[in-house]
């Protein structure tokens, strides 16, 4: 069967839950409420939580690592050695430092950029052209070390911004999983979703 791996990346516990480094587990933690999913914490593989879905004939596994951000490149590359999936049906996604609030962009491949996720995973399963689905979180506006900034939760006036993208950011999910990256690409890079006669998710 056509198989998809898609990874979230976030930090496990409470203490993290609604933190601007957590938005790839608060996006698969909204397509588990909107589709009725539960995931499931693994015993013989306690670096993950993930859960099995079926859209339209499509098996796609959504996976949550339990490792700490840091390291999530073991449960990744668990999951991905195991069940072979090919590159280019694996879909990552995470916070990114460099778009401002309001923005997602899917990217084929490339570098870390100085997250230590990606890097983790790069490092892992040893190839760096996987496909990424980025959460703009911008840049502290202050003096705020980007430690402590990643691992802060979003300020009030963002919440309704970061609502919208994480809608966005399901559909986009979606439309990857159907159409591949290059299709997602020309579909969802460049909108701003929180300017001015914003689309609709």
Do not use: C
């Not at 930090?11 to 995931?39: C, E, K, M, W």
């Not at 995973?121 to 996987?130: M, T, Y």
């Not at 997602?184 to 460049?190: H, I, K, L, Y």
């Amino acid at each position: 069967m056509y198989r998809i791996l898609v990874a979230g990346l976030g930090n496990p516990g409470p203490r993290y839950r609604y933190t601007r480094h957590n938005i790839g587990f608060t996006i698969l933690d909204r397509v588990a409420s909107q589709y009725s999913l539960s995931f499931v914490f693994h015993r013989e593989a306690p670096h993950y939580e993930s859960v099995f879905w079926t859209l339209e004939g499509i098996s796609i596994m959504l996976l949550k690592p339990l490792t700490y951000m840091n390291r999530s490149g073991e449960a990744v590359a668990s999951v991905f050695n195991s069940y072979k999936i090919p590159l280019e049906r694996l879909l990552v996604i995470h916070d990114d430092l460099e778009l401002p609030l309001g923005r997602l962009k899917f990217v084929r491949g490339g570098g870390a950029g100085g997250h230590n996720g990606i890097r983790s995973i790069i490092d892992s399963i040893g190839s760096r052209r996987f496909p990424r689905l980025k959460i703009g979180i911008g840049r502290p506006s202050g003096p705020v070390p980007i430690d402590k900034y990643v691992l802060s939760s979003f300020y009030q006036g963002e919440i309704q911004t970061v609502d919208k993208v994480v809608d966005f950011a399901v559909n986009a999910l979606i439309y990857f999983t159907k159409n591949g990256i290059d299709s997602a690409m020309n579909e969802f890079n460049g909108l701003n979703i929180s300017g001015p006669g914003a689309p609709r998710p």
